[in-house]
DNA sequence: TATACTCGAGTTG
DNA sequence: CCAACTCGAGTAT
């Protein structure tokens, strides 16, 4: 009922990079590759927190004493994230929360520092922003692996002779590719090209009203102006549907640890998206492609492969995988 | 199909404390208390990681030059944390990847640093650690949600003049009740009481074979030395299945922005925790107990209550709706 | 180098 | 501040 495919293409095109659930597992070699260039990349994000730190130090010691800190001028934000409260958190808080945050670093751990007091300021100033830069590499983590991915497919339409365009994220302008698209991917939110079947546009990290969800993949059978004009308010949620090809979940993550954490969301994630379709009478194909995929789930993929709740499904680190999803995306 | 209730009490044993899905919904002012108490325990949990950075700088300062670092004794794991291994990480390297990320520290940071070396060494060290803390402060806000549920389950028997015995975590021991069981809370893994329909015990955190997940909330009509026996691998996984009564999924977290994502991860369990028992013929009851419930998936918990795929529900924020979902597990 | 749990640090529309 | 995304920092079994 679900999965149900649309373009005479036979069910099983998974079979034409899968044999089993095991060439899903990401191997260990892919695991450890990963944390290694997550490590590279997050040791050159963390420079200009290490500056912070030196600015605060610097500005900090103008005070004589704790509590003078008070009156310097420009560290109210140094003193809350030393108080360990995460930008995050300081969205939630009311301004006497902030305060007394901060009397409370000044009295509780400040003070008792002693003269060391500007030392113990910036160590726990740096502890919470190490924090702000792990939750600023989880974004990253995403965003590598949707480029990789974008990658993919520009190289699969460069290599099958097909004309695109691309979308700026910034911008959201459509450009007609060049002879070099080099680093596109860096800001691109959106692919189109023709398929033998006609106008596909593929659109990354969408809300789509009927789901009211933002998924990850979404490819229509539109051109670009027809899909600016079909996301227009004015138009019925529901128009939207049939044009409605394929959506897929990318998780790009590669800790084995969050993987079925996340297969389980992207689990929720389709779901709503299966139902939402389905109550206006359609169904779009749907994927899955991960970065962590562990066994238990490969079994769970394979499964709902087999009996056609998912279409497709592959590893992002093993390219012939990327590669056949990638055909198939573009064939579609 | 799911649901069905097997001890002749009313399907809607919800409307005790909702009136509507608003009623799950949590208010500005709990998830300002959330963040503000978090804040708090942060705080205090972050001495250790300053106390460490300390002992670092103090051992770091007999090196000369940042290469002379690696001479000096003891320091190998505060040299790989501020070269933003993560503990985690660390178990997926191989002993070479461990090597180059000291050299790059060394190479791209700490030379370049000059004769601040050190404290360049101890900031970065601070950084990667300040994600320690936070990973682990994710943990705590979980622990945390057990017990403020657990102290509810407790003061539900107690009002109720029930005698009850608990299981240590640690030693696994079943403890008969005291006069005074403050904070057994800390330390509680289980708990075991007679409703009027017969034994009962409740386990958190337990690996059900039959769906082979672990379940945050167990409720079985045995008594612990049946359950213990029930759980040996001698007894074919299957027969547990009769004994289960409900099973839960609690999230604890305070995060408006976490509430969906959670949420989703919650369903995609309970739909694993339906299909295995189904499989074998069981149905047992499901609950969801949240902190964080955002408009959207209050509505869909609400429908799920409703359609009977959910049998109970509450913001684990509100006092009210927690003691009746306490009283009804309790005489389940 | 298991497996699968805890949850909020960011991010974007 | 509303909503819903990114994902790995810990943890326990």
């Known amino acids: 009922m679900y999965g149900k495919n649309n373009n005479s293409k036979p069910m099983c095109v998974y079979r034409n990079h899968l044999q089993s659930s095991d060439n899903l597992v990401t191997t260990y070699e892919d695991t ?41 001028k420009g560290i109210e ?55 702000t830069l792990g939750g600023s590499m989880r974004n990253v983590g995403g965003a590598l692996a949707q480029r990789k991915l974008t990658r993919a497919i520009l190289s699969t339409l460069t290599i099958a002779g097909k004309r695109y365009y691309w979308q700026h994220s910034k911008t959201k302008k459509w450009i007609s590719m060049t002879n070099d698209d080099t680093e596109i991917e860096l800001s691109l939110r959106g692919i189109s090209w023709e398929s033998e079947l006609g106008n596909r546009t593929l659109i990354y990290n969408l809300t789509v009203p009927l789901v009211r969800s933002n998924v990850d993949l979404c490819l229509f059978n539109l051109a670009p102006t027809e899909l600016v004009a079909s996301q227009s308010s004015a138009i019925d949620p529901s128009m939207v549907a049939p044009y409605v090809i394929a959506l897929g979940e990318l998780k790009g993550g590669i800790d084995p640890a ?40 490969a079994g769970e993929i394979w499964h709902q492969l ?27």
């Open 77 to 131: 934000m140094g003193l809350l994230t030393a108080a360990g409260l995460s930008d995050k958190s300081l969205a939630h808080l009311m301004p006497n929360d902030k305060i007394e945050a901060i009397n409370g670093l000044i009295r509780n751990f400040l003070e008792p520092a002693g003269t060391n007091f500007v030392e113990e300021l910036v160590f726990r100033f740096l502890l919470t922003r190490g924090d």
């Open 258 to 297: 969050g993987a079925d954490e996340h297969w389980k969301t992207a689990q929720a994630a389709l779901n709503r998206i299966r139902e939402a379709f389905f109550r206006v009478g359609h169904s779009p194909l749907t994927f899955f492609v991960g970065s962590a995929v562990a066994t238990r789930m």
């Open 32 to 72: 450890r590759a990963g944390f290694v260039a997550l490590a590279l990349e997050k040791n050159r994000r963390a420079t200009p927190y290490v500056a912070q730190a030196r600015a605060l130090q610097e500005a900090a010691g103008q005070a004589d004493s704790p509590a003078d800190l008070l009156n310097v």
């Open 306 to 332: 087999e009996n056609g709740t998912l279409t497709n499904a592959a590893n992002l680190n093993e390219e012939n995988q990327v590669a056949s999803i990638c055909r198939w995306l573009c064939n579609l």
